[in-house]
């Protein structure tokens, strides 16, 4: 099956989904980031602290073509990756790219929920993480509407419109769907 690549914005789903999808449809689910911790031995914070963004974002973009070569595999992003380098093109011609949209409210929720694991939010205020996401998404959207098919993440909140996706992404593993749009 070709691989494919989720991205979006930090707490759309692509991990939760991702994982789920994966163990239903018996391929490998790799969280980017995770695999890039696992090989350096380091955590995405330490390594963007250590070598800057310019250095992350080169060992992203090497970690991307490596994951890339596997097969049966669900690859969820970075928030940042597709915007960098040709990621996106490149992940286009691998395998299949889903961008799981959610709105600036939902995305706030899910994040202020999970401050102490974002280091993006911690400190920030309702109002001012409200702003920050705005101006992040008004940078990163023209890259992820590149994607292939795009899933409206807050429909998948649920265990049954998780079931709902993961026959979705089913179905575009094994290149069957064909010019249905999936918005």
Do not use: W
């Amino acid at each position: 099956m070709k691989p494919v690549f989720l991205v979006g914005y930090m707490a759309a789903g692509k991990t939760t989904l991702g994982r789920r999808a994966a163990q239903l449809l018996d391929v490998e689910f790799i969280d980017l980031d995770a695999y890039i911790e696992a090989r350096y031995r380091k955590r995405v914070s330490d390594l963007f602290a250590e070598r800057g963004e310019a250095g992350f974002r080169d060992i992203e973009r090497r970690m991307l073509h490596e994951v890339a070569e596997f097969d049966n595999v669900l690859v969820a992003t970075g928030g940042g990756t597709p915007c960098f380098f040709d990621n996106m093109e490149y992940m286009r011609s691998r395998g299949v790219t889903v961008y799981l949209s959610a709105s600036i409210p939902t995305l706030c929720r899910r994040l202020l929920r999970a401050r102490v694991k974002r280091p993006l939010v911690a400190g920030k205020t309702a109002e001012e993480l409200d702003g920050c996401i705005a101006g992040m998404l008004a940078q990163r959207e023209p890259y992820y509407r590149q994607a292939d098919y795009t899933f409206d993440a807050e429909q998948y909140e649920s265990t049954h419109s998780v079931d709902e996706a993961v026959q979705r992404l089913s179905q575009l593993m094994r290149g069957e769907a064909g010019d249905e749009s999936a918005e």
